[in-house]
């Protein structure tokens, strides 16, 4: 399985972007996807994660309200929302696959990962 993340960019406090990341093989219905952020000096954190199915989703507490995760099924891709942002979201985004029925926020879970984006937030 390969992941490939875009849509990343620079954009002022309040704007809006919106990350895609295609995923190869056949099996897609089969993963849970996630979405996580690392920012200069921090740890990798979970920012939202979707089910194999769509039916599920979480959130971290500081994107919810703001950032919606969705699939394509037909297309074998997941897609970020980002709403609001803040400065603070500025961060490179990496989205993640893992084979499991429900999703997890753990990233040491996930299997598999694209090679990030970089989403930089103006003040």
């Known amino acids: 399985v390969q992941l490939q993340a875009s849509g990343g960019g620079l954009v002022q406090a309040g704007g809006s972007l919106s990350l895609s990341c295609a995923v190869s093989?056949?099996?897609?219905?089969?993963?849970?996807m996630g979405w996580f952020r690392q920012a200069p000096g921090h740890e990798r954190e979970f920012v939202a994660a979707?089910?194999?199915?769509?039916?599920?989703?979480g959130y971290a507490d500081s994107v919810k309200g703001r950032f919606t995760i969705s699939r394509a099924g037909t297309t074998n891709a997941v897609f970020l929302q980002m709403n609001s942002l803040k400065p603070e979201d500025t961060a490179v985004y990496y989205c993640?696959?893992?084979?499991?029925?429900?999703?997890?926020?753990?990233?040491?879970?996930?299997?598999?990962w694209g090679q990030g984006t970089l989403v930089t937030v103006s003040s």
């Open positions: 979707i089910t194999r199915t769509g039916g599920d989703t």
């Open positions: 993640a696959a893992v084979r499991t029925m429900y999703y997890t926020r753990a990233p040491d879970r996930y299997d598999y």
């Open positions: 093989g056949r099996t897609f219905s089969t993963y849970t």
